[in-house]
């Protein structure tokens, strides 16, 4: 089985984001996971193509970045709108890690 590349409406996609963000105004901003649901665009090639849409000589999007940990987090808006929130991640900290493992040693040696 060979890879065929999928030809996608731009415009379509356009739209389809449009109302991803819109409808992600003031909660978390849409996961890849989400995305790909919404516009059916590979998972690699989700966040070039939302690049793409915010360095337009006239931005479509808005895309915010911060590095957090090992993973960025965004949040999207249009032009001059609301932002969604920051990326939640469904993932636990390291912090979280370091607290989960202290509980289990502890656990096991009786000091719970």
């Known amino acids: 089985m060979s890879r065929t590349p999928r030809l996608f409406d731009i415009e379509e996609l356009i ?8 409808a992600h105004r003031g909660k978390p901003c849409p996961t890849r996971r989400e995305i790909v649901a919404w ?9 070039p ?7 337009r000589e006239a931005p479509v ?18 032009p001059g709108g ?10 636990p900290s390291q912090h979280e890690h370091a607290v989960l493992r202290r509980l289990k040693r502890e ?3 009786g000091k719970a």
């Open 15 to 22: 739209a389809v984001v449009l109302r991803l963000i819109e």
């Open 39 to 47: 516009t059916g665009l590979p998972r690699r090639e989700v966040w």
């Open 49 to 55: 193509f939302l690049q793409s849409l915010a360095e």
């Open 61 to 78: 999007i808005e895309i915010e970045q911060r590095l957090h940990a090992r993973a960025g987090i965004r949040r999207l808006r249009l």
């Open 82 to 91: 609301e932002w969604t929130g920051w990326t939640e991640r469904k993932t």
């Open 107 to 109: 656990a096991r040696h």
